[in-house]
């Protein structure tokens, strides 16, 4: 069998070679001409489909299915060619699991591609990240397992590692429990991604409120979440920290959310008036979606008093700029009618010298 493979037995002449490479170039030659026929065809029967999921899926298998056709076809040929059989006997081993697991991998990643096309246009925003979300980690997790099992027959192809493997399998109880070991935040990771996929506690693209940090999920990883704050800055939390933890989630059903202004005054302050200029300036503002809509006190104390104004607005941005507009309104006109009201926490020299001499 060794002498199949030594270059020093081969008896190679000008024309064999030229041979060869027109048994090579015919069957490279003939399967793209097979491939382009075939992806003609189920280009115009794709046409026909109102989906675009196949049309994603195509697109996507196209440059990967090309090559695997390739070497196909160079096995039909190597059949009959005693010299292109022994090379590629040597590396058929590697290159069939290799092509069947990109074709696979690109297979999953072109069908959550289409997934994603299909769902862009979902009337209901919080269903759309969801299914955004269940995509994105589901389709993440097929791909993981795929180029672990490429990877696996690829390496398996190597005497050398087909011994370890061997050795492992006669001593499986050690090996099992090292191996799960050195494994478990890998399995820890994996089991919290899809538990993440399947109940949903949070979602691409949800406002989430972590460590009194609030962004928005940007990417929801096997084994981290990406928050993006307001002045864009990127937090990375762990998926199984968020399943361990309390966090808020202000964008779980809905983005219509209710918010306050807190005011804290003198306790002279006259609170009816302030209660109808506060429902006057937010009834007439377009930011209010005239759901909740209230002024009440919440706190008295000896030097102080606590209004709570609440709004709702329908959206989080929204309900943001709508409490800030009325936040500005209300002390510019506590300023000009209510001037009493604003507390103040300053030495007053002036003042004071005024009084003693006027004593």
Same mark, same amino acid.
């Given at each position: 069998?060794l ?10 002449s ?6 060869h490479l ?6 490279? $030659? ?5 491939? %382009?026929?075939l992806?003609?065809?189920i280009?115009r029967?794709?046409?026909h ?6 049309d ?5 298998i196209r @440059?990967p ?15 009959n ?6 090379? +590629? ?5 590697f ?9 696979a ?12 096309v ?6 209901d ?8 979300t @269940?995509?994105a980690?589901?389709?993440?997790t097929?791909?993981?397992? #795929?180029?672990?099992?490429t990877?696996? !027959?690829?390496?398996?192809? #190597?005497p050398?590692?087909?011994d370890?493997?061997?050795t ?5 109880g050690?090996a099992?429990l090292a ?5 478990q935040?890998?399995?820890?990771? !994996?089991i919290a ?11 691409i ?19 981290f979440?990406?928050?993006?704050? %307001? ?8 998926t199984?920290?968020?399943l ?5 989630? %202000? ?6 959310l ?10 002279v302050a ?12 937010? &009834?007439?503002?377009?930011? +209010? ?5 209230? !002024? ?9 008093i606590?209004l ?13 700029n ?11 006109? $506590? &300023?000009?009618?209510?001037s ?5 926490h ?9 009084r003693? !001499?006027g004593?």
């Open positions: 069998m002498e199949r493979y030594d270059p020093r037995n081969w008896s190679i000008y024309d064999d070679v030229i041979a027109i048994t090579l170039g015919a069957a490279v $030659l003939a399967a793209l001409v097979v491939h %382009w026929i992806f003609a065809v280009r029967v794709v046409s489909s109102s989906s675009v999921i196949d994603v899926v195509l697109a996507k @440059r299915l090309r090559f695997a056709m390739i070497g196909f076809a160079i096995s039909i040929g190597a059949e060619d005693a010299l292109i059989g022994r090379g +590629w006997d040597v590396f058929t081993g290159l069939t699991p290799a092509l069947v697991g990109w074709v991998f690109a297979a999953v990643k072109g069908v959550a591609a289409g997934y994603e299909q769902v862009q246009n979902a009337d925003p919080v269903a759309h990240r969801g299914r955004m @269940r995509i980690i589901l389709s993440r097929v791909r993981v397992a #795929i180029a672990i099992v990877v696996s !027959l690829v390496m398996l192809n #190597i050398g590692v087909r370890v493997g061997t492992m399998l006669a001593s499986a050690l099992a191996v799960g070991a050195a494994a935040p890998a399995l820890k990771s !994996l991604g899809l538990q993440m996929a399947i109940t949903q506690p949070l979602r693209g949800d406002l989430v409120k972590v460590d009194d940090q609030a962004g928005r999920v940007e990417e929801i990883r096997m084994s979440v990406t928050v993006r704050t %307001w002045d864009e800055r990127v937090l990375v939390v762990p199984s920290r968020l361990e933890q309390t966090f808020e989630n %202000w964008s779980r059903v809905s983005e219509k209710t918010g306050p202004v807190m005011l804290h005054l003198d306790p006259e609170v009816e008036p302030i209660r109808v200029e506060f429902e006057r300036f937010v &009834k007439e503002h377009p930011l +209010w979606d005239g759901r909740n809509l209230a !002024l009440v006190m919440t706190e008295a104390y000896p030097e102080s606590e709570r104004l609440a709004m709702s607005a329908a959206t989080i941005g929204d309900l943001f709508l409490r800030c507009a009325v936040r500005e309104h209300m002390i510019e006109w $506590l &300023k000009l009618n209510q009493g009201a604003l507390i103040r300053r030495l007053e020299v002036e003042a004071a010298n005024q003693v !001499l004593a």
